[in-house]
């Protein structure tokens, strides 16, 4: 299964991303996608997460309101639109599937991730 992301670039704070990621070679249909990020200096953490079939979602607290995670499993892809970016949201963000189809937000039951796409956001 591959995984590419894009749609990361450079943007002043209280600008708005829209991040996709492409999956080829896997039953897309049947994972849980999520959304991790790395900033600077920091651990990997969770952003957001979606079951397989999109009926259940999972956000972390400081993106709650202001960004959404959504699918598409015709065209094998999720989405993280970001709105009202912080300079604290700069980081890599990174796509991935986990195997049982659920929401997860623990980086180690996701089998698959893409290479990531770097979010920076100017103050």
């Known amino acids: 299964v591959q995984l590419v992301e894009s749609g990361g670039r450079l943007v002043q704070a209280g600008g708005s991303l829209r991040l996709s990621c492409v999956a080829s070679g896997g039953a897309f249909s049947t994972y849980g996608m999520a959304w991790f990020r790395q900033g600077p200096g920091k651990e990997r953490e969770i952003v957001a997460a979606?079951?397989?079939?999109?009926?259940?979602?999972y956000y972390t607290g400081s993106v709650k309101a202001r960004f959404l995670i959504s699918r598409d499993n015709v065209k094998n892809t999720v989405y993280l639109q970001m709105n009202s970016l912080q300079p604290e949201d700069t980081a890599a963000y990174y796509c991935?599937?986990?195997?049982?189809?659920?929401?997860?937000?623990?980086?180690?039951?996701?089998?698959?991730w893409g290479q990531g796409t770097q979010v920076t956001v100017s103050s």
């Open positions: 991935a599937a986990n195997r049982v189809g659920r929401v997860d937000v623990t980086a180690g039951q996701y089998t698959y």
């Open positions: 979606i079951s397989w079939g999109g009926g259940t979602t």
